[in-house]
């Protein structure tokens, strides 16, 4: 089956939220409250079991990438960004998940069987953005479903339903990486320089996201790791070199214990 996900382009992004409410309402995702962080109008801070997506508010200097410490309303800029589960094309979660809770979808996506989640938590520091999360009392880990049940139904993901400017796309993923393709050469042909694309290129360290996304600055200013790599990649090669200790030291305990003439 083809091969479905979103592409988030962030700069028409205007924070309002209601990709936030409608993955709650239609997930059934617990209230964060209102807890306003710090100086900024971000009540969730980041994603989590509670949060499968988050729109970040990131306040620059006008001209510079380093937070105002001081700056003046007038001498601020803001970014805004919905982000969500990555559905890496290498996932980590699933390499690790001992009970095959996580798995991919028909339609290429990574989900978890909460009724199979024995909340042994491997996934949380396998997944190298910090998505998945454990519940608390619950025991089990949450994430980002990209909607599977509204998928199999033919309907569109509830984020991206609930989207009023389209910042959030869903559709084949090969489809959204030449529609973000081409709203990058415009935005590069419009003078913003900085545009770019995060997480379209097959070719990166987790073979390209199920979501990807269109930044406006550099990754590390939106909190997004600028090179992320799947977390198992070097698994094969530990399990090898174990073997080959344990063959080894095996046969040393055997040439020891063998009768001496």
Same mark, same amino acid.
């Given at each position: 089956m083809t091969r479905m996900g979103f592409f988030t382009d962030t700069s028409i992004c205007i924070g309002c939220k209601a990709c936030e409410v409608a993955c709650k309402e239609w997930n059934d995702v617990p209230d964060d409250g209102l807890d306003f962080l710090a100086m900024s109008y971000d009540n969730t801070g980041g994603l989590g079991a509670d949060t499968w997506r988050h729109v970040a508010f990131i306040e620059l200097p006008r001209g510079g990438s380093a937070v105002p410490s001081d700056a003046g309303q007038a001498g601020v800029r803001w970014l805004m960004s919905s982000d969500v589960c990555k559905h890496c094309t290498h996932a980590a979660c699933l390499d690790v998940c $001992?009970?095959?809770? +996580?798995?991919?979808? !028909?339609?290429?996506?990574?989900?978890?069987?909460? *009724?199979? &989640?024995?909340? &042994?938590?491997? &996934?949380?520091?396998? &997944?190298?953005?910090?998505?998945?999360?454990?519940? !608390? $009392? *619950?025991?089990?880990?949450?994430? =980002?479903? +990209? =909607?599977h049940d509204r998928l199999k139904a033919d309907m569109t993901p509830a984020c991206a339903q609930a989207c009023p400017t389209e910042s959030i796309q869903f559709g084949p993923l090969e489809d959204l990486r030449a529609r973000a393709a081409g709203r990058l050469g415009a935005l590069r042909e419009a003078g913003v320089a900085e545009a770019r694309l995060y997480g379209a290129d097959e070719h990166d360290g987790v073979g390209g996201f199920g979501a990807f996304f269109l930044l406006l600055e550099e990754p590390g200013v939106y909190g997004l790791p600028p090179d992320p790599v799947v977390t198992t990649r070097d698994l094969p090669r530990m399990w090898r070199a174990a073997a080959g200790a344990a063959l080894a030291l095996g046969g040393a305990v055997a040439a020891a214990c063998l009768p001496r003439r």
């Open positions: $001992p009970t095959g809770a +996580l798995f991919r979808t !028909e339609f290429d996506t990574v989900v978890v069987q909460q *009724d199979v &989640c024995n909340g &042994c938590g491997y &996934c949380v520091p396998a &997944c190298p953005f910090g998505v998945i999360d454990k519940r !608390e $009392p *619950d025991g089990r880990v949450w994430k =980002c479903t +990209l =909607c």
